[in-house]
């Protein structure tokens, strides 16, 4: 069989052009790399508008307010999604929503370098109407704040009607830090615990931890959205920041890992970031140019050979490859013979009435050479195919010398 060509050139068959079938496959690729990428980084995207108390979140009970406020008047505020960046001297905001959240590895890290711990207030619940927003639901029990820091730092927290009245810090604090307490006012009491913003009762709302500089607000309200409503209080809130920063510090860390808004290393982000990238990129050139080879034809087309050839030598090769299959080359040898006598009786005009052995003693007497007789038996004792084919090349040759 060979191969037949369908149609006539240079029409078109099929449903689409080959351009459209290549727009289709370059997006269906396009589409293929996008997923992937977007798979890789997507936990990465996420706009943290859950309405959790972190800086991520616009809800009243978040922090992106004092994060864009601190960012817009220099301070050179950061949202940190990798626990890596952690390891600066700048000082780092820590937001954890409840006090089962694993604080051990953070507080190893930043036990000697400038650190703000958080500690949560409100319960609240996602409000239909707005995404993002929520819903006051009252406050959290106290061992939830007091949890943050268990059982290495034990507090004990506190919650009273404030009217608003001024808090009170020290002496030497900027004249800034000026707040007025939120309400209710939420304070806390520990051993190791120094005041350095208390209540009009003394109650800390916040303090520092043993000599070095790990500072704990026990009130959320002072730094959450709902402070950023009012004008003095964002303005004390970023001179408390620059207070506790760390001196020559250029900005100030908010931490959203303790949120579930970190980055994770995957084996598919590794692979779109350096130094796996250019291998990456070395794949998917190799594969586009194997695409390309596979759909570009380089040169004219070659159609293939035929299986089965035209013409009586195609079909006597198939005919001696089956006999060779067979393996049936040695029963060959009586059947050569009547065929060559066959031949003789119409070259030599030999007499009809001539049957069997008359008719091989005529052809013996035709030459004084070879027999035929002899030859015809030496064919047909031949078993193995080297006696067949040596006996076969013989008669032929008989028969060619007779009618030459």
Known sequence: MSDIAI?????????FSVRTVGIIVGAGIALFLGMLVL???????RSGRNGGAHALSNAATGFSG??????ATGHGAQIVRDVRALDTEDLVVLTPETGRTDMSKVIEQRALKPTLVILPKWRTVADTEHSGWVRYRGLQPTFEPEGVLAPKNDLKI???PSGGRPLVGLSWMPADVHFAAPRPLQTMAGADLKPLITDDQGGIVLGQIGEHPFYVLADPDLLSNIAMRDPKQARSALALLDFLNATGAKSVLFDVTLNGFGRSRTPLKLAFEPPFLAMTLAVAAAVLLA???ATARFGAPRRRERAIAFGKTALIDNAAALVRKARRQGALGARYVDLVRERAVGVFGVPARLRDGALDAHLDGLTDRARFSDLAEQARAARHPRDMLQAAQALHRWLWEKTR
Do not use: C, K, M
């Open 7 to 15: 149609g006539t050139a240079g029409s078109s068959s099929g449903g």
């Open 39 to 45: 798979g890789a980084y997507a936990p990465d995207l």
């Open 66 to 71: 004092i994060v864009q406020l601190a960012e």
């Open 158 to 160: 506190a919650r009273h």
């Open 291 to 293: 695409g390309i080879q």
